[in-house]
């Protein structure tokens, strides 16, 4: 579309801070701590950097049609804000950011307030902040463009391996816990139904994995505990109240018809 890729590449890591810095400073206000934010390890946030890239590519040929150039931006953007938050759910089973305390919200991922902030930041990129930053990369020599492409796609490759590599942790120990969760209930349902010393034992050792389990997801996901404070489990491996006490019931059922089936057998002998 008329701009090389190593300067789309550039944009997208500078873009990529100075979303991280905007971010970091309006969460350690409202937070009154120092809220280091980022999905990476390193001081970038990439959907910052991808969601001004897209503007750069489409926003750009309509800069003479306001009207126009907020409303697609408006759509462009929020739709990319909810691909990633999607595709966040969907790799790590993690929610990281949550608005639906919102009106106006889908699914948590995007809400009205924040679709049309999208648009008046998308204003003041293109129209105030990209220009300077645009001449000054066009200004780079050859060598220091490529030099410097090569060096942030290696820093990008080793973080986005690690950071990878600890949320298939946080993953595994988010379905782990909440599995042990769903059984710890169900097995507790169960004992209130007086079925057996048994499955008070069996709650017993749950309640142990468990434990294990939370301490373990404690240590492997602190970073991003601390930057995403509304990060939760998402609903795939949720489980209601209602479904615990049907679970209960049907169990419960299926024991005393064991029990009454035994006694038959012993009553025909």
């Known amino acids: 579309m008329g701009f090389p890729i190593s300067n789309l590449f550039l944009y997208f890591i500078l873009y990529s801070f100075l979303g991280w810095v905007m971010e970091t400073c309006y969460c350690s206000i409202m937070e009154h701590r120092l809220v280091p934010r980022g999905f990476l390890y390193g001081p970038i946030c990439p959907i910052y950097g991808g969601g001004v890239t897209l503007m750069i590519l489409f926003f750009t040929p309509l800069k003479k049609n306001l009207v126009l150039f907020y409303v697609i931006a408006v759509v462009v953007m929020t739709s990319w804000e909810y691909f990633v938050?999607?595709?966040?759910?969907?790799?790590?089973?993690?929610?990281?950011?949550?608005?639906?305390?919102?009106?106006?919200?889908?699914?948590?991922?995007?809400?009205?307030?924040?679709?049309?902030?999208?648009?008046?930041?998308?204003?003041?990129?293109?129209?105030?902040?990209h220009p300077p930053i645009q001449k000054l990369v066009v200004d780079l020599p050859v060598w220091m463009e490529y030099m410097l492409c090569g060096a942030f796609l290696a820093l990008l490759a080793v973080d986005a391996t690690l950071t990878i590599r600890n949320l298939v942790l946080v993953a595994m120990h988010v379905e782990t816990v909440t599995q042990l969760?769903?059984?710890?209930?169900?097995?507790?349902?169960?004992?209130?139904?007086?079925?057996g010393d048994r499955l008070?034992?069996?709650?017993?050792?749950?309640?142990?994995?468990?434990?294990?389990?939370?301490?373990?997801?404690?240590?492997?996901?602190?970073?991003?505990?601390?930057?995403?404070?509304?990060?939760?489990?998402?609903?795939?491996?949720?489980?209601?109240?209602?479904?615990?006490?049907?679970?209960?019931?049907?169990?419960?059922?299926?024991?005393?018809?064991?029990?009454?089936?035994?006694?038959?057998?012993?009553?025909?002998?």
């Open 85 to 129: 938050g999607w595709v966040l759910e969907v790799t790590t089973h993690v929610k990281y950011w949550d608005y639906s305390q919102y009106r106006f919200n889908l699914k948590g991922r995007v809400c009205l307030w924040v679709a049309l902030t999208w648009g008046g930041l998308s204003y003041i990129v293109i129209f105030f902040i």
């Open 181 to 195: 969760g769903q059984e710890l209930q169900l097995q507790l349902a169960l004992g209130k139904a007086e079925l």
């Open 200 to 269: 008070e034992d069996s709650a017993a050792a749950l309640r142990e994995r468990y434990s294990e389990q939370i301490a373990q997801l404690e240590k492997v996901s602190r970073r991003f505990r601390n930057t995403y404070s509304t990060m939760t489990a998402s609903h795939k491996y949720s489980v209601s109240h209602d479904d615990i006490l049907a679970a209960a019931e049907l169990a419960k059922e299926e024991i005393l018809r064991r029990k009454n089936a035994l006694k038959t057998l012993r009553a025909t002998r």
